[in-house]
Every structure is written in structure tokens, then in C-alpha cells.
């Protein structure tokens, strides 16, 4: 069988081309049958405020794409350069085979996927970040 199978948590919310669907109150199981059929579960999408980083922007470009809220075609060119960027500044780490499946993901049209790979390295940014701005500010010498 091919598709999506998507396991949903008791009342969880979830989009299928636009539409908000939720589920009852009982764990549940759907299986998504189907070309160009975009689902996005309300709790794998990023508010808008809460992009602030690399991969944050490059996850909510994708994001608006799974939504319906824009085109793949006017996306392309700015997802293909922020991975690019990605893939550079992670190499030679175990992130950058991360974030090729990923590329490879999206050059398919395998949205949901793109995301996958994309949502452990919220996390891992994040912590990069937090680290860096604890780093003591060096004085510059005079």
C-alpha cells in the first residue's frame, strides 16, 4: 500500500489541502491514498513568529508551500538556496546527510518528508544558538 499513514492523538487538528479537520475524542489512524494530497498536523506547523533562524525560515517556506498558502514553482529557487546554505555550513556532520534526504525530499514533491527531516533541526539550531549567545563578548583591542 502506498500513501501517508498518519497516527492522530486524540482530538488533534490537522490540514488536508487547506482544509482544518480534527480528530474525536479516540486515538485514530488515517490512511491518505493519493497523489498531491498535502496534510500538515497543526502540531508539526511553525507560527509565524517563531521564525527567527535558518532552518526556521527554510522549515516555514516549506511549511506555506504543505499548507496551500504557496506555490512550489515560486518557492523553488529560495528552498533550493537555503538548503544549499544548510548543507555548507553543517557539512562533514552527521546534520548534513540530514538535510540532503531532506533536499531530496523536496526536489520529489514529498513535502511532509521535507519537513521530517527538517523538524529535529529546530532544535538543534536552537540549542547552537543559546550556546552562542553565552559565549563571552570579546573586547575589541584599542
Known amino acids: 500500500m502506498s500513501g501517508l499513514m498518519i497516527s492522530l492523538r486524540p482530538n488533534e487538528k490537522f490540514l488536508v489541502n487547506g482544509a482544518l479537520l480534527s480528530n474525536g475524542p479516540?486515538?485514530?489512524?488515517?490512511?491518505?491514498?493519493g497523489e498531491n494530497v498535502n496534510i500538515l498536523r497543526l502540531c508539526d506547523a511553525l507560527h509565524p513568529k517563531d521564525v527567527?533562524?535558518?532552518v526556521s525560515r527554510l522549515y516555514f517556506r516549506v511549511q506555506t508551500v504543505l499548507s496551500g498558502d504557496s506555490k512550489a514553482e515560486d518557492s523553488d529557487k529560495r528552498v533550493q538556496e537555503e538548503f544549499a546554505s544548510l548543507i555548507h555550513v553543517f557539512d562533514n556532520t552527521r546534520l548534513s546527510k540530514t538535510l540532503e534526504t531532506g533536499l531530496e525530499a523536496?526536489?520529489?514533491g514529498r513535502l511532509y518528508s521535507t519537513l521530517c527531516r527538517?523538524?529535529?533541526?529546530?532544535?538543534?539550531?536552537s540549542e547552537m544558538l543559546a550556546h552562542l549567545e553565552?559565549?563571552?563578548?570579546?573586547?575589541a583591542a584599542e
Not at 553565552?134 to 573586547?139: F, H, I, M, R
Open 134 to 139: 553565552n559565549l563571552p563578548v570579546l573586547e
Open 106 to 108: 523536496w526536489n520529489s
Open 52 to 54: 527567527n533562524s535558518p
Open 26 to 33: 479516540k486515538r485514530g489512524q488515517i490512511c491518505v491514498e
Open 118 to 125: 527538517l523538524k529535529p533541526l529546530l532544535s538543534v539550531e
